[in-house]
T-cell receptor, first 113, second 110 residues
Framework: DTEVTQTPKHLVMGMTNKKSLKCEQH?????MYWYKQKAKKPPELMFV???????INESVPSRFSPECPNSSLLNLHLHALQPEDSALYLC????????????FGPGTRLTVL | RKEVEQDPGPFNVPEGATVAFNCTYS??????FFWYRQDCRKEPKLLMS?????NEDGRFTAQLNRASQYISLLIRDSKLSDSATYLC???????????WGAGTKLIIKP
């Protein structure tokens, strides 16, 4: 099983809403990542979890809150987002943290109204 | 200067032709390199890892030139389904993170 799954596929939310994005992998990977991607731009790293612990936070605003409940799951909690946060949110995993092949989920397309 | 630079294209190429892209990286300490392809509104998918000796996978060949700090991707006998954005990725100076290029758009025309 070489798949990373993400839910939901699409999400529309208002600026006062609270929502969560979910990511799951069953490849036994110990590193998981959240990326944000705007149109015609490369993925932009947000957070890295290694062995279920937050390893990197790329100065992401606190309205984004990651959580890693176990080695297969990664969540991204959203609260009080801004319209400029609208983007494709991608989850990825790799065997270990570091400069290794990363495998991406299909992403959640988020629109903030 | 961007850490990983690519020609954004688009490269418009007839079906069956050979096309090559280069990507330059600024960090001489980078040790790992990858090519990903990304279709419109989809996630990036790993195409190839790039090794020092170069590597080939079917119609795709990747090369690394450390002296000039670039990697290349060659696609032979291009298919319509090769149309996508190709993202070049290099490891950071600590080799702890990946640095992404902005991508090269390829359009294969019938």
């Amino acid at each position: 099983d070489t798949e990373v799954t993400q839910t939901p596929k699409h999400l529309v939310m208002g600026m006062t809403n609270k929502k969560s994005l979910k990511c799951e992998q069953h490849m036994g990977h110990r590193a998981m990542y959240w990326y944000k991607q705007k149109a015609k731009k490369p993925p932009e790293l947000m957070f890295v979890y290694s062995y279920e612990k937050l390893s990197i936070n790329e100065s992401v605003p606190s309205r984004f809150s990651p959580e890693c409940p176990n080695s297969s799951l990664l969540n991204l909690h959203l609260h009080a987002l801004q319209p400029e946060d609208s983007a494709l949110y991608l989850c990825a995993s790799s065997q270990e943290q570091g400069a290794r092949e990363q495998f991406f989920g299909p992403g959640t397309r988020l629109t903030v109204l | 200067r961007k850490e990983v630079e690519q020609d954004p294209g688009p490269f418009n190429v007839p079906e069956g032709a050979t096309v090559a892209f280069n990507c330059t990286y600024s960090n001489s300490a980078s040790q790992s390199f990858f090519w990903y392809r990304q279709d419109c509104r989809k996630e990036p998918k790993l195409l190839m890892s790039v090794y020092s000796s170069g590597n080939e996978d079917g119609r795709f060949t990747a090369q690394l030139n450390r002296a000039s700090q670039y990697i290349s991707l060659l696609i032979r006998d291009s298919k319509l389904s090769d149309s996508a954005t190709y993202l070049c990725v290099a490891s950071s100076d600590s080799n702890y993170q990946l640095i992404w290029g902005a991508g090269t758009k390829l359009i294969i025309k019938p």
